[in-house]
T-cell receptor, first 113, second 116 residues
Framework: AQSVTQLGSHVSVSEGALVLLRCNYS??????LFWYVQYPNQGLQLLLK??????LVKGINGFEAEFKKSETSFHLTKPSAHMSDAAEYFC???????????FGTGTRLKVLA | GAVVSQHPSRVICKSGTSVKIECRSL??????MFWYRQFPKQSLMLMAT?????????EQGVEKDKFLINHASLTLSTLTVTSAHPEDSSFYIC????????????FGEGSRLTVL
């Protein structure tokens, strides 16, 4: 069975500091992994995705994530936080065999001035 | 990227009435759409998978007679909350699956339902 665990429901960073949002997955078959961002009262927007190509994936707004099979992780990072990055971030796993997405519980990122 | 439009974005209704939410894929054909429910400060809960031209597949615990899903065309799926009650108040989000096997989801803007 697939599962996704996001460590830390709330993360606070100072503006300009490194952003690190953690995601660990469990999947019996090679997964596709996604990070989505959600702003208040809006749907989800895709930040980046891993689809078995390069393990380091670059996304929009300066975010990137690295797929580490040995650690079953897909952590999201950004070198320098901006105030506009404050939002809810969801990690998700999908396998074509199940045709289902499993979302993590989300991490709310707060950026301090 | 692909665009999915959801309407209405906000709706307030009286208890006992029915509310319809539309989800449209604007620039691609979506054979499969998904409906999620999101409670405040929580993750997305998959309610049902909507397949064009066939009956929706509901997740365990979701009342199919309460949440009617219709996917009449490749670009439109609708969710009707029947005989709404205050406990049905929530944020409902639809998504459509993109082309290919990577399964990227494109999300609508969400619909906030408030039942008085």
């Amino acid at each position: 069975a697939q599962s996704v665990t996001q460590l830390g429901s709330h993360v606070s960073v100072s503006e300009g500091a490194l952003v690190l949002l953690r995601c660990n997955y469990s999947s019996s078959v090679p997964p596709y992994l996604f990070w989505y961002v959600q702003y208040p009262n809006q749907g989800l927007q895709l930040l980046l995705k891993y689809t078995s190509a390069a393990t380091l994936v670059k996304g929009i707004n300066g975010f990137e994530a690295e797929f580490k099979k040995s650690e079953t992780s897909f952590h999201l990072t950004k070198p320098s936080a901006h105030m506009s990055d404050a939002a809810e971030y969801f990690c998700a796993v999908y396998t074509s065999g199940t045709y289902k997405y499993i979302f993590g519980t989300g991490t709310r990122l707060k950026v301090l001035a | 990227g692909a665009v999915v439009s959801q309407h209405p974005s906000r709706v307030i209704c009286k208890s006992g009435t029915s509310v319809k939410i539309e989800c449209r894929s604007l620039d691609f054909q979506a054979t499969t759409m998904f409906w999620y429910r999101q409670f405040p400060k929580q993750s997305l809960m998959l309610m049902a998978t909507s397949n064009e031209g066939s009956k929706a597949t509901y997740e365990q615990g979701v009342e199919k007679d309460k949440f009617l899903i219709n996917h009449a065309s490749l670009t439109l799926s609708t969710l009707t909350v029947t005989s709404a009650h205050p406990e049905d108040s929530s944020f409902y989000i639809c998504s459509a699956q993109g082309q290919g096997n990577t399964g990227e989801l494109f999300f609508g803007e969400g619909s906030r339902l408030t039942v008085l």
